[in-house]
């Protein structure tokens, strides 16, 4: 078999699905062992092997997404304010950056996490700890309390969504 055939072989080239039928002679893509079929069945290694998402995950997953950035521009607004202040604030900007980029840290890894139950009430959490950031700026208030609507919509709405389809299977 021929290099360009075996990238073909890699990059996925059989995209029917049929799989390998194991008429491959160099045993390219069935990990070394002669068995038909073994390797590369058209699956690859990054496709996911699970149902489909649950329209509550799928909706958080893209609110946590644009929340991420909001809260992102929001920390860096409040450490500009923060280091202009002509008197000393209630916080430091060695705090803003610290706490903007762990609050950060925290929604892009709760993102990860959402085909977890528990990760749900955590997202609550965050919506709360958001809202409180509007101690130090208080437009903060605003766009948490928007962000903490939209929340609550999209796990209202996607659990109801969810459960008029209980028929076909879903991760969470």
Not at 57 to 86: D, H, M, Y
Request: charged letters at 15%; aromatic letters at 8%; a neutral charge.
């Amino acid at each position: 078999m021929s290099l360009a055939a075996d990238a073909a072989d890699e990059s996925g080239a059989d995209s029917s699905g049929a799989g390998n039928s194991g008429a491959d002679d160099s045993g390219a893509g069935n990990s070394g062992t002669d068995t038909p079929g073994a390797g590369t069945s058209g699956t690859g290694r990054f496709r996911r092997a699970s149902g489909p998402r649950s329209v509550k995950r799928s909706l958080a997953t893209i609110l946590l997404g644009f929340e991420t950035i909001v809260v992102f521009l929001g920390a860096v607004v409040t450490l500009g304010l923060v280091s202009v202040a002509t008197r000393p604030g209630p916080v430091s900007p060695l705090a803003v950056i610290i706490g903007g980029v762990l609050l950060v840290l925290a929604m892009v890894g709760l993102i990860g996490l959402l085909r977890f139950r528990w990760s749900y009430p955590v997202g609550w959490a965050l919506q709360a700890i958001i809202i409180a950031t509007g101690f130090v700026t208080p437009a903060m208030f605003f766009v948490g309390a928007l962000f903490a609507a939209m929340w609550t919509y999209c796990m209202i709405t996607g659990s109801r969504i969810d459960n008029t389809h209980t028929d076909q299977p879903k991760e969470i």
